[in-house]
């Protein structure tokens, strides 16, 4: 059987290098001063160009980096832990949960993004907890599927809740607030929420990054990961509380992204290979690309901002469909 | 087939000179309603030497070898390895001490051979450590020795089930460990892959490794057990050498159908008489 035929740093390498190309154009892309871009020329010259790209587009950029980049490893590391690919970050409550208490925060709390962020993880970190308290006591299946039921429960009630916030918000001011913040978008951030979300993105991201090759034992059944020196309970845990409180505090800012967790791990275990030695990064990397594209696309395709939740689940059920249909998309021929 | 492992004995974490693991009065049951599946279970299996544990299925087998590898708590009694009670190590050096290959199960992930092998050099890296030169080393090393290495970049999922159980042994061999506990590892094997398994596991064993394997097949223990554990119903029913424990009597009476030894020139042949009681 031959090498790989692509070493998985160059790979990698590779990646970076197009995601800060994929970045550098998307700074320019835009409507001012006509549809679909500037020159990058104009940022000498045109104080207002500068305003735009230094306080609007580049803390937008960088939060749907870190949204893409925190999506994707937090829907490898539950697929990982939960031995199922088919797993994501809206399983387990998480992101209803979150939504929940984002919902909440409008309604009683403010708008003020630290107050939202504490709020969704709180409520995010407390699905994990529900949906993890409730598998314990349902008496039917394995224990996956224990959790895949308790988290359908869980996050339907986080739902239900949410639509009796809705019906008893404000129809004129907090319903519409609800209502964009559910479809999911970037169109408000600035660089006060991108400093208020980096700490607890930054947890989930290194978190995992450093624990990507544990994260591959806990990937065995459980009398083999023991036997390879894992702390089975442990690890888990303390992976899952970093991952989460990272996917609920971004979750906060952008409202509920769809399939960017689910499809992009995928592709990175395509590419780079299954190992999270590699395909975590190279999921981190990937999630970033897809939801910077997908968020230039979002603010500049038409006139008026299309929810950004919107594009990632149309691209990302596409590409779904086209991954579970193809096998020829491998690099590495056997 | 010649294995040449060159093992870095780590005799700083224990002295195989003594009685490689020691049980005493150990029992173990899974909820509190529930019969003990493992009853008051005492012995001693010496170093590096083959320990056969055979009993029907659902006598215990697997979980007595997951409460020897520390991931099932006894109710009462204590495992000691190497004279030492096994909560005296942590679980790292428990992972450097022992190794398992455990049942064929289907994984989730198709990892390649090579990926799946160096996770067993997982007991020598730091928390936040991936593999380094040296692990890539002993685990190629060891993907040549086990005539492996044609496979190495496969996926695990398209490996028939002789090559995955060979790669399973091989991840477990890269551990390096002075104990080897093997759950059911000719299950489910055709005669060929049986007898692969088999010579590779006796080769280990005359290297001085401690292997200690559950079997439900009578005929896969004779090849290479030194000493033969029988097990019914939790409770370990005779414990001795090939010739001394499988007597048609005895197998007769734990399979609960009759049975037929013939004894050929020092091997020992184990058969059904007939079908039903």
Redesign the interface.
């Known amino acids: 059987m031959p090498e790989p035929h692509t070493d998985p740093k160059r790979l990698l390498l590779a990646w970076g290098l197009v995601l800060l190309g994929v970045m550098a154009i998307a700074i320019f892309v835009g409507r001012y001063p006509k549809p679909y871009g500037m020159a990058p020329a104009l940022l000498l010259e045109d104080t207002l160009a500068q305003r735009l790209v230094l306080n609007l587009r580049l803390p937008r950029l960088l939060v749907a980096l870190l949204l893409g980049s925190t999506l994707s490893a937090c829907g490898l590391t539950m697929q990982m832990i939960f031995r199922n690919p088919l797993v994501e970050p809206g399983f387990l409550g998480v992101s209803q949960g979150a939504a929940f208490g984002a919902a909440v925060s409008i309604l009683w709390l403010g708008r003020h993004p630290l107050i939202m962020e504490l709020t969704a993880t709180f409520f995010g970190l407390g699905g994990l907890a529900l949906t993890y308290l409730l598998a314990r006591r349902l008496r039917y299946g394995g224990w996956v599927l224990r959790l895949v039921l308790a988290g359908i429960a869980i996050s339907a009630l986080f739902s239900a809740g949410v639509g009796v916030l809705k019906y008893i918000a404000d129809p004129l001011t907090q319903l519409p607030e609800i209502t964009f913040w559910l479809l999911g978008g970037l169109w408000s951030v600035g660089w006060e929420d991108f400093f208020y979300v980096l700490p607890f993105a930054a947890l989930g991201l290194v978190t995992s990054l450093l624990m990507r090759w544990r994260l591959n034992l806990l990937s065995l059944n459980d009398a083999a990961a023991f036997s390879l020196g894992a702390s089975l309970t442990r690890e888990r845990l303390i992976l899952l509380v970093a991952i989460v409180t990272a996917t609920a505090a971004i979750t906060s800012l952008s409202g509920i992204i769809g399939w960017v967790g689910l499809i992009i791990p995928h592709i990175a275990r395509r590419l780079a290979g299954v190992s999270a030695h590699r395909s975590l990064p190279a999921a981190m990397l990937l999630g970033g690309i897809f939801t910077v594209f997908c968020d230039t696309l979002a603010r500049t395709l038409f006139p008026g901002e299309i929810p950004l939740g919107i594009i990632t689940s149309l691209l990302g059920a596409l590409m779904f469909a086209y991954l579970m249909m193809s096998t020829g998309m491998k690099l590495r021929k056997h | 087939m010649i294995i040449y492992l060159e093992l870095t004995y780590r005799n700083d974490l224990i002295n195989m000179n003594h009685t490689a693991l020691t049980l005493e009065n150990i029992r173990f049951r899974y909820a509190p309603e529930d019969n003990y599946v493992v009853d008051a279970v005492s012995l001693e299996i010496p170093s590096r030497k083959v320990t056969a544990i055979l009993g029907p299925n659902g006598a215990g087998k697997t979980s007595l070898l ?1 409460i020897i ?3 099932l708590q006894p109710h009462t009694g204590q495992v000691l390895v190497a004279g030492k009670p096994h909560r005296d190590y942590s ?2 050096e ?3 001490i ?3 290959v ?1 049942q064929i ?1 289907t ?6 051979v090579l ?1 799946c092998v ?3 050099r ?2 020598y ?1 730091d ?5 380094r030169g040296i692990d890539f080393q002993i685990a190629n090393r060891v993907l040549d020795e086990l005539d492996l290495s ?6 695990v999922t ?1 490996l028939s089930g002789g090559e995955r159980q060979m790669v399973h042994l091989a991840r ?1 061999l890269v ?1 390096e460990t002075e104990i080897l ?1 093997l ?1 059911e590892p000719t299950t489910h094997l055709d005669l060929g892959n049986q007898s692969r398994i088999l010579s590779v596991l006796r080769e280990l064993s005359a290297r001085g490794i401690t292997i200690v394997f559950t079997t439900h097949d009578p005929n896969v223990a004779t090849f290479i057990a030194d000493s033969v554990l029988l097990m019914d119903k939790g409770r370990i029913v005779e414990h001795g050498s090939v010739q001394e424990t499988f007597t048609e009597a005895k197998l007769s009476a734990i399979y609960n159908v009759p049975i037929q030894v013939e004894r050929q020139n020092g091997r020992v042949m184990v058969m059904m008489r007939k079908l039903g009681n």
């Open positions: 997951h590898l520390g991931l679980k790292r428990i992972s450097q022992m190794g398992l455990s199960d994984i989730p992930f198709n990892f390649s990926e160096l996770l067993g997982s007991p890296l928390p936040f450590q991936t593999p044609h496979l190495r970049y496969k996926p398209e477990a551990q506990l759950d």
